[in-house]
């Protein structure tokens, strides 16, 4: 079955720090993948995507997250955390058997940006 | 910046009623989803609407669910006859083509099934 892990519930970071959310994946063929943010009394908003290409995709306010393939993860990244990202961030895939591209969700990581 | 649109945001009903949750997918998207998430748990697919018909649906949209467009604009998911365990936010969700683009995401109902 595919799937996608989010590991950690929560990730605690300073602002100002590095923050990495990570995620794995587990499909058959090459995967569609994306990152959904949750704020508060919002819905998702989209980050980024990977299709295909450079294995660095950058995406909406300073995110970027990182493909590899060996280790079948899609870790999203930012190099200085503000305590505005502070949120609710879901790895996604898309389901490769579905004919309306459907896609599977992580359970989600709430990350807490302290100042 | 266009948007998927929901209403209401959050909606209390009694067990075995009927409800129906509203969305106003972007406008030039053809690609119609919706998607719930129970308190606690993992965003889930319920069903995909292309071309006026069903094109896609998971196990948990039975016969109790039904989705409509009833005109160019509005996207709909009626639930005849409640029950406790459907008390989840609802998303609905759009996208231009199936393939590559992303899916974009209403603010969501919260549905409350007392």
């Known amino acids: 079955a595919q799937s996608v892990a989010q590991p950690e519930d929560q990730v605690n970071v300073a602002e100002g720090n590095p923050l990495t959310v990570k995620c794995t994946y587990s499909?058959?063929?090459?995967?569609?993948l994306f990152w959904y943010v949750q704020y508060p009394n919002r819905g998702l908003q989209f980050l980024l995507k990977?299709?295909?290409?450079?294995?660095l995709v950058k995406g909406s306010y300073g995110f970027e997250a990182e493909f590899n393939k060996s280790q079948t993860s899609f870790h999203l990244k930012k190099p200085s955390a503000l305590v505005s990202d502070s949120a609710l961030y879901f790895c996604a895939v898309r389901d490769m058997y579905s004919s309306a591209s459907k896609i599977i969700f992580g359970s989600g990581t709430r990350l807490s940006i302290r100042p | 910046e266009p948007e998927v649109t929901q209403t209401p945001s959050h909606q209390v009903t009694q067990m075995g009623q009927e409800v129906i949750l509203r969305c106003v997918p972007i406008s030039n998207h053809l690609y119609f989803y919706w998607y719930r998430q129970i308190l606690g748990q993992k965003v889930e697919f319920l069903v995909s609407f292309y071309n006026n018909e069903i094109s896609e649906k998971s196990e948990i949209f039975d016969d109790q669910f039904s989705v409509e467009r009833p005109d160019g604009s509005n996207f709909t998911l009626k639930i005849r006859s409640t029950k406790l365990e459907d008390s989840a936010m609802y998303f609905c969700?759009?996208?231009?083509?199936?393939?590559?683009?992303?899916?974009?995401f209403g603010p969501g109902t919260r549905l409350t099934v007392l």
């Open positions: 499909v058959s063929g090459n995967p569609y």
């Open positions: 969700a759009s996208s231009g083509t199936v393939t590559y683009n992303e899916q974009f």
């Open positions: 990977y299709i295909t290409g450079d294995n």
